[in-house]
Every structure is written in structure tokens, then in C-alpha cells.
């Protein structure tokens, strides 16, 4: 039965992790996952979720299944956080909410919902992007096409470009865009053309999925949801794959969310019905622990506070290493890299080259993306001169 089956590529990210742990050197740099690093090189544990767990460990009664659907609970403060406590999208029953496993999980099941329901049949996906997008749209059954993204020659978005792509949809596809702090390229669209996103896509009767995975990473818990609210402000229907794995830091935990709004809450309930059915035949229902903690924190007071304290020292942490990395690039005398301060979240496109990249990970144990995505996150003030210098080493050559 298995005598045919070929060996799969690694993953492009994650087997690059692989090769890093086997590197003996002890000065090695990891600049490719997309996971938040402290200053010391290490991905905590915030103290809210600690705290959280403890309040767990001691009031668990029973390990019995969850709802479907996850606790309504947590259903209803994803809606607070991606829509704002004011919106009518909170408690109005047009939106309905199912944890799922990860941003990942609510991706695919989005993707299985939109195939099982026949909602469309062609996804356009941003390119570049997550590689896992395109898999997922494919796996799920429906076909993609790509629109353009990043302008390599001003180090920006691609706005026209994509908007004339996107002008070949057709009626009913639907269009998928990074909420904030696109993965790989650090750009984001700016207020004004959000608002030029929104009127094109209700316009052109689109259907928007926002994969909305580093909320509070670019500027804020609220700032970040700016251009999924002028979305929602334009368009009756919409599709979110949030995610906790980096905002909260629950990577392995895997909690994220899948909500689908609708015109009015008649066609919300039946939504949710087939939602899950679409999350049964997938997981049946979902993982507890990290669900239970996210409800835990978002719901507490203290520890609301505690996690935004601790999410802005991430995000600033982040900010203060672009702008050390540019500094220490032009003293390197590898340039100008300003570009990099300009972007959002973990990733920046560095514009560093295959054959540069190769040299970086073979000579110096820098271990950049093949695309020249680096983590900004895995940057400190220990490594980031000998990082400036490898880097300008590599590109004088
Ligand atoms: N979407 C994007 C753009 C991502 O970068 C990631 C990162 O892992 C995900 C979704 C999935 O996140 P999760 O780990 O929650 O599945
Ligand atoms: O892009 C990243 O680095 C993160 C983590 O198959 C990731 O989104 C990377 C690859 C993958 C799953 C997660």
C-alpha cells in the first residue's frame, strides 16, 4: 500500500528550525520561524497565562468535551477583541464563533465550510504569503489565484497592481487578506486604502477572509483590527481565522477562532448549524486547555491588563530591534534599510537574495527564510552587530 508514496520536501520554515537546532555553533542566529523571542533568546510564557493556568489547575472540576462550537464565552470575547466592544457584530447574532485549533485550524475549516456549503469556488490569495494558504485552499478543494503584493523596487505594497488583479474576480470569489503584519512582508495596507479594499471588494460583491494571526503586534490591540472593521463597516458578510499563538504566546496550545458574519441573524443561525457539522467531521470538537485559558484572561481584569502590558513590551521590543538593525546596518556599511523600521509585526522582507541567504546560514549560522523573510523577533542586542556585519559582508561581495 505504501511501496509508491515519495518522500515530501520539509517544510520551508519549519525545517529550517530543524537544521538550526543541529548547527554546533554556538554563535548561530535563528531568524526564521515566526515565533516572538525575549532578549534572551527565549519564547516565554506570559505571566498571565501562568496565572490563568493556576486558576484553572485549582477550579477544574471535569475533563469532559467542550461544545462544538468551543465555550460561548470564548466565542463572544473573540468577537470583542476583533470587532471592538462597541460593535453590534459582539451580541447581535449576525457573527457566529467556533474555537478551532489554531489560526491554522480556523483557516481549513473556514476552507472546508466555504467547499461544503458551496459559498465559492476560487480563493485569491495575496502573493507572496504564508505558503500554508495556498495548501489549505487546495486541500480543501477550491482552486486559487494570485494577486500581487510587494513592490520589490520601493520595499512597499503593490496597491495598484493588486487592485487591477483583483479586478479579474469574478462575482462570489473570495479574496483573502492579512488582517495586520503580513506574513512574509512586514506591509500593510495603510487606513485610506483599507477603505479602498472595502469599497472594491463590496463593490465587486467579494467575499473578504480575513486571517487576522498577530493582533496587537503592528500597533495595538485596537489599531490592528482598524482595517477588518472598515471591512466589516462595507460589507454584510465576511470570514475571520483569528489566532492566540502569538498575541497570548499559546504556539502549541493551538487556539484560534473562526467567525463568519452574516447579513441578519435568521441566516447567522443556520450559518452556525453547518459550522459545525464543518467542525465535526474535521475535529469533532476542540482541545480545552488553552481555550479555558484565553477565556480566563480575557474575562479577568488583572490579568486583561497584565496580558496588554506584556503584548506591548513584545510589540515594542520588536519596534526597538528594527530600529537598532537599520542603525546598525548603515554602520556596518551595509546601507539603507529604513524600509525595515516601516513594517509591521514579527517579519520584514529584507531583500537579501537565495545565493545571500545560503551564504549567511553556510558561513555566519544565520538562518534566514529562502525568500529573505527574517523574524525581527529572533533579534537582540547580543547578536545584532554580528548580524549587521555578516549581512554587509554578504552583500558587498
Ligand atoms: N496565518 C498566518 C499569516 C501565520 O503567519 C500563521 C502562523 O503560524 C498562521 C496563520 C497560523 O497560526 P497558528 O499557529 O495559530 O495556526
Ligand atoms: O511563518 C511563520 O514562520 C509562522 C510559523 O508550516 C509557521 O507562521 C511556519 C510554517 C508552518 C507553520 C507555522
Known sequence: FFDHIEAAPADPILGLTETFKNDPNPKKINLGVGVYKNEAGVT???????????????TETTKSYLPITGLPEFGRLTRELIFGADSELVDGGRAVTCHCPGGTGALRIGADFIKQQNVAAKMWISDPTWANHYQIATAAGLKFERYPYYDRATHGLAFERMLETLNQAEEGDVVVLHACCHNPTGIDPTVEQWERIADFISEKKLLPFIDFAYQGFGHGIEEDAQGLRIIASRCKEMIIASSYSKNLGLYNERVGALTIVSADKETAARVLSQMKIAVRTA????????????????????????????????????????VLLVEK????????????????????????????????????????????RICVAGINAENVDALAKAIADVIKR
Open 44 to 58: 516565554p510564557i506570559l505571566d498571565c497565562v501562568k496565572q490563568a493556568e493556576k486558576l484553572i489547575f485549582e
Open 283 to 322: 475535529i469533532s470538537n476542540p482541545p480545552a486547555h488553552g481555550e479555558k485559558v484565553v477565556t480566563t484572561v480575557l474575562s479577568n481584569n488583572e490579568l486583561r491588563a497584565l496580558w496588554e502590558s506584556e503584548l506591548t513590551a513584545m510589540r515594542e521590543r520588536i519596534r526597538n530591534m528594527r
Open 329 to 372: 546596518l548603515k554602520e556596518a556599511g551595509a546601507g539603507d534599510f529604513d524600509f525595515i523600521t516601516e513594517q509591521n509585526g514579527m517579519f520584514s522582507f529584507s531583500g537579501l537574495n537565495k545565493d545571500q541567504v545560503e551564504i549567511l546560514r553556510k558561513e555566519f549560522s544565520i538562518y534566514i527564510v529562502g525568500s529573505g
